[in-house]
């Protein structure tokens, strides 16, 4: 059972989280300082919960093969791939960037998530792509 929860669970936060990133940029830009630290601070508890869980789901095995071999299995590989090489940096990103926002060093934040923002948002919508590819897309493929 949490072989079949777990991943959809963590895909659902990782889907949050993109949507929370999204709705923060949109209210940064509209000079909604603390909405945009609101949702900045939701998005990293939830990503948080995210990492939480996929440390449960990576010592639990609850990873699959992904199980057709068409061209789907090529744009999964080279999501994973991208996704796999670019997620370490997101941990250490954020938590600068959380620091800096929360010490009002408002210059060194907005350098530091011109570069960090893109990359926590695309590791967060490509979480979701791998469990769709992984999960839905893969085995309807496989038949």
């Known amino acids: 059972m949490l072989d079949q929860v777990l991943p959809a669970v963590n895909a659902s936060l990782n889907g949050t989280a993109a949507v929370l990133l999204f709705l923060a940029v949109r209210a940064v830009r509209g000079r909604d300082i603390a909405r945009h630290r609101r949702l900045m601070l939701a998005a990293v508890a939830v990503s948080a919960l995210f990492l939480a869980g996929y440390i449960v789901s990576f010592v ?7 199980p057709a071999h068409d061209w789907t299995r090529v744009v999964y590989f080279a999501i994973l791939i991208s996704h796999e090489l670019m997620a370490p940096f997101v941990v250490p ?3 600068r ?9 408002t210059a060194d934040h907005k350098r530091l998530a011109r570069y960090a923002l893109p990359v926590w948002g695309y590791i967060s919508v490509t979480g979701v792509l791998i469990y769709l590819f992984s999960r839905h897309i893969g085995p309807w493929r496989a038949g």
């Open 97 to 105: 960037m959380v620091y800096l926002g929360l010490k009002n060093r």
């Open 93 to 95: 990103l954020v938590l």
């Open 60 to 66: 639990w095995g609850t990873h699959t093969r992904y």
